[in-house]
């Protein structure tokens, strides 16, 4: 069986359990919510919001925009997808993926 590393398509920037303390929000159904960004990817992110935002299904499209950050828009207002939830967790797979390579990623939210 693949691991779950083995199925990424894309590296993903951990952000050290919460400690670079980034923040996002999360539209779903023109509701915001703010979630706390776990760590992301070119292809999406993995985000954690108490308590669970409602999400009556998955596959929920969503936009996603990474607060207080100077990125002249690269994280902002992305269409996205919910493809997974597992309690206060779930995760977003971006509709486009962003043109960025992990570093930069690395430079915008640490």
């Not at 919001?49 to 999400?55: A, E, G, K, Q, R």
Request: net charge neutral.
């Amino acid at each position: 069986m693949e691991s779950p590393l083995e199925r990424r398509q894309f590296g993903r920037l951990h952000l050290l359990a919460y400690g670079r303390d980034k923040t996002c929000t999360v539209e779903i159904d023109g509701v915001c919510c703010v979630a706390a960004l776990i760590d992301i990817s070119s292809g999406g992110a993995r985000l954690k919001h108490v308590p669970p935002p409602s999400l009556p299904a998955l596959a929920k499209t969503v936009t996603f925009s990474v607060q207080s950050l100077e990125d002249g828009g690269l994280l902002q207002q992305l269409a996205a997808t919910v493809r997974w939830r597992n309690g206060q967790e779930f995760g977003i797979k971006f509709d486009q993926s962003l043109d960025v390579g992990i570093h930069t990623l690395q430079k915008l939210v640490c």
